[in-house]
């Protein structure tokens, strides 16, 4: 028995071939899947037609709607992500002055120390638990 025969054996809901399409009658056929190429060529039989259905099909040309849609979500995109570069530089340049300010404060911090030192005060520093 052959292979289609015994998918719509199975299959009782498909046993009138003739109101299938065509590619499902041959994705039916074959139990390992649609052979591509003959897609292809079933398509391409109608010239120019044919092929720019298939390119559409497989996704290599696409309509101005998606495509406008595509560049439209791509700017958004790259806006957003300008804008978060900006603040993350803001907040870099932020961390920068402030780790200037804390060496700033810890050299004024050694400084009175020693002076104080010098001038005969023992300070006295805070001691670990």
Partial sequence: ???????????????????????????????????????????????????????LLIGIIVPKYVMTSLTADRDKWREAFEKEREAHQATREQLAKAEERGDVAIEQGKTLTRLLEELGHRPELPRSA
């Fill in 1 to 55: 028995m052959p292979p289609q025969r015994q998918i719509f054996q199975r299959l009782p809901c498909l046993e009138v071939p003739l109101l299938l399409p065509t590619l499902v009658r041959l994705a039916v056929a074959e139990e390992t899947g649609p052979d591509i190429g003959k897609m292809i060529g079933q398509f391409a039989q109608y010239g120019i037609v044919g092929v720019v259905v298939v390119l």
